[in-house]
């Protein structure tokens, strides 16, 4: 198999199969991220991918469930992506879903139209690493995208019948923006009809601008406590009947389905970890983190 080094793959999602379409990421230059800093950006050659297939065929003739890579596959144009996706279901054509991470703004270059093509190949749900929708974060940060982006893109996702995960970055605007970061955010979400939310608590890894920024002082990291409280704002704020994923360093289980009728739990647990919790326990896990 042709899979460039680093190999990401959302875990939550069937790990295996995966078939890489790009390398790396077209964007590459979030300041809290590292992950493919090294790697540029290309389309994986057709002749590699069908390569690939044939190895899976091979081995996984039934395979009902593939795992797009690499960062965000579905940058490619809808005329380049779709003949990619053609050649997946020629060699398993069994297959019922198609999963891939994306950026918002790989949307953009695609109608509603195209996008419900796309869903009927199979490509019927993604994960958008949205991180804030703070229009004040997003900039901070660099994702180049602006909140009102992640509100025209999801709802054409909306109305192409594709579902969508949107991920929360805990953390990511420090201390002088953390509640605009959270309670704003919420906000955004709260427009859109994601099916899973996802939360993440910042690390601030070797290499990250956001990590030198940080140690000139031009970036102030929330305390293990100040996260758990900008985490528990983001919860009262949510209002989207999804389910919900956390994967912040407490021990306490907050994930799992029906997130509005959870809610009054993961907000009383919560409270109990800000008043109790052994912060320096948490911060030890944090600090013992290599990857996103």
Not at 151 to 156: A, N, P, T, W
Request: with cysteine; net charge negative; hydrophobic share 35%.
């Amino acid at each position: 198999m042709h899979l460039t080094e680093p190999v990401y793959r959302n875990p939550y999602w069937p790990t295996w199969p995966l078939v890489q379409i790009t390398q790396s990421c077209t964007h590459n230059s979030c300041k809290f991220c590292t992950m493919y800093r090294d790697v540029p950006f290309r389309m994986q050659p057709m002749e590699w991918l069908e390569e690939d297939l044939r190895e899976l065929q091979a081995i996984a003739p039934d395979a009902k469930t593939i795992q797009l890579l690499s960062a965000n596959p579905l940058a490619l144009s809808f005329d380049r992506l779709m003949p990619r996706l053609q050649l997946i279901r020629k060699y398993l054509p069994g297959l019922q879903h198609m999963y891939a991470a994306t950026r918002v703004d790989d949307i953009k270059n695609k109608t509603v139209e195209q996008l419900r093509a796309l869903r009927d190949i199979g490509v019927d749900e993604i994960s958008l690493g949205v991180e804030s929708g703070d229009d004040w974060t997003l900039k901070r940060i660099n994702k180049g995208y602006t909140s009102q982006d992640i509100l025209e893109q999801c709802h054409k996702l909306d109305e192409a019948g594709i579902r969508y995960w949107m991920t929360f970055l805990n953390g990511v605007a420090g201390r002088e923006h953390s509640h605009d970061h959270a309670v704003h955010s919420a906000e955004v979400f709260n427009q859109c009809h994601p099916m899973l939310v996802g939360t993440g608590g910042l690390t601030l890894f070797p290499g990250t601008p956001l990590l030198e920024e940080a140690e000139r002082g031009e970036f102030t990291p929330l305390t293990e406590k100040e996260m758990l409280e900008e985490l528990r704002t983001f919860v009262e704020h949510l209002a989207c009947d999804c389910k919900f994923i956390t994967h912040h360093t407490i021990a306490a289980n907050l994930s799992g389905p029906d997130f509005l009728k959870r809610k009054p739990y993961i907000l009383s647990t919560l409270d109990d970890i800000i008043q109790h919790g052994d912060m320096d326990a948490l911060e030890t896990i944090r600090t013992n983190k290599r990857t996103l």
